[in-house]
């Protein structure tokens, strides 16, 4: 799969050094590197680390799966890029990605009326997105049009975030934003990858034309627990970047 066409790519066999090191110098080879909010300008990578009672500022911790989302969903500036490898894959054979192009999706939805009639309240109708349970909400549209002339539209989402935000905004998820929420991700379901998660491997996804998710993994084993690093591009190099909010 190519990044710049359906949002995402895969390598099975990317590296199985026992390094995060050449997951930086490949980031800085492709583009400028995004530096997460707590991380070093040094070294920006987070490591993630499977814990039982890892809470809501570290989904990628979690032994749920986190949900079909794109990364900094709640931020108005967000990475353009990421980058996901296993440096150690889950001790049980858990912990598979998903991966799915924002444009199968929206053709997905514009399959049935309901789906269209999704798309439509969400290019129109700013939702509140919060990461945690303490963040005030912040308002953006799920679909917008990215890039001019082309006119291709990307998408902002994670549903977890949405029903939080709602939560903090409304006091209740309403039916209308639950519903649409909903027929996203089940429209993601039937246009998405499984992709196995194995030592060495590599994924990249491009945060507005591809969602992703991590399925459930083991925590609290004494076996060595899958180990992943994350990476993430501002920019491509040679592609300038629309603005994040038009």
Request: proline residues 8%.
């Amino acid at each position: 799969m190519s990044l710049l066409t359906h949002g995402w790519f895969y390598l099975p066999f990317f590296s199985t050094a026992q390094s995060a090191h050449m997951v930086f110098e490949l980031a800085q080879a492709l583009g400028r590197i995004y530096v997460p909010p707590g991380c070093s300008s040094g070294f920006p990578l987070i490591k993630t680390q499977p814990t039982v009672d890892a809470d809501d500022s570290a989904p990628f911790d979690q032994p749920a799966a986190i949900g079909w989302h794109n990364d900094f969903s709640t931020h108005k500036r967000r990475p353009v890029v990421s980058l996901a490898w296993i440096a150690r894959a889950d001790p049980l054979g858990l912990g598979a990605w998903r991966v799915a192009s924002c444009d199968q999706v929206l053709t997905e939805l514009r399959r049935t009326p309901e789906g269209m009639e999704t798309v439509r309240f969400l290019e129109a109708t700013p939702l509140p997105f919060s990461f945690t349970r303490d963040d005030s909400p912040t308002f953006f549209r799920v679909v917008e049009q990215r890039g001019v002339p082309s006119g291709r539209l990307g998408l902002r989402f994670y549903g977890r975030a949405i029903r939080q935000g709602a939560l903090l905004a409304y006091g209740e998820v309403p039916p209308l934003i639950e519903h649409a929420v909903s027929v996203v991700e089940s429209a993601t379901d039937n246009v998405g990858k499984t992709l196995h998660a194995r030592t060495g491997s590599l994924l990249v996804v491009d945060n507005w034309h591809a969602f992703h998710d991590r399925q459930a993994q083991s925590a609290g084993s004494l076996l060595p627990l899958r180990c992943s690093w994350l990476c993430f591009l501002e920019s491509l190099h040679g592609i300038r970047p629309a603005n994040d909010v038009p």
